[in-house]
């Protein structure tokens, strides 16, 4: 593991919120610990202090203007069938629906900390498999397309990017923004993983199996300044997934430690040198090793503390 000796900066703006993490299985697929395990693993990197942002708690209202608003009202007072909960693939609960309806917010605010100072991360976010009536895949409500909306129709950005590095596509991005002039989605993920039935975004790439570090981050380096030029976005939502990692429980990609790191580095740098602010989200990761996990998802954090 490549260990930094550079200085970080500690006033790179963060978000977060207690109720991300709560008491939870941890058998399961999903590491429910991963973000306070996160937010700790920062701490220990001495990135915590007044630069940690709080979002407020959320409740349906206020992602009526992305999603259903029937659906959204069902998942909150636990109405939703069994086929429908085991689409999501988390059992319901009084914390999830916090967690869940709080997130968004956070990724809205730290879009909106980035306009202000050019980059700044959430300690969470991602949940690009939400579609607008239904959950999928661990997501239950699109934070991006919510997030890129919103902004928008506030009239804080004209046109936004979202990048999505995660090793899934992200099919409820693509589905949810597909008319959206003013939003582009580019997904590069691996084309034989979830999710089986893809959703065209405004630019998809699908990697084959095993790829390794040198020709990946070629692909991200080529890709992100051809749409930085072409689409001349006001804002990057950029999705760092980090399972794309080669020990990944669901990832199929043999990305190395240092190409995890060598991506994120090259994407936020591109961002900086062209000038448009970035927000980042941590996408999907799965480990058995929740600790290892953490450190894997705080890789995109010290990445931007080094910029």
Known sequence: MYINRQ???TR???MYH????????????????????LYQQVKALGLIGDNLYQPPLG?????????CDTYLWDLW??????KAMRRIGLPWSEQLMARTFTAPLGTLKTAELALQNGIACHLAGGTHHAHYDFGSGYCMVNDLAFTATT???QGKVNNVLIFDLDVHQGDGTAAMLKHHPYVFTCSIHCEKNFPFRKHQSDLDIGLANNLKDAQYLSIVADTLKGLLSDVNPDLVLYDAGVDIWEHDGLGKLDISWRGLEQRDAQVLKTCQQAGIPVATVIG???D??????AQRHAIVVEQAALL
């Open 7 to 9: 200085p970080l900066n």
């Open 12 to 14: 790179l703006p963060l």
């Open 18 to 37: 207690p109720n991300y993490s709560f008491s939870f299985d941890p058998n399961h697929r999903f590491v429910m610990s991963k973000f306070a395990n």
């Open 59 to 67: 409740s349906p209202e206020a992602l009526e203007t992305v999603h």
């Open 77 to 82: 007072r636990n109405q939703l069938d069994d």
């Open 151 to 153: 902004l928008i129709e």
């Open 284 to 286: 999907g990761g799965y």
């Open 288 to 293: 058995k090793d929740h600790l290892r996990l």
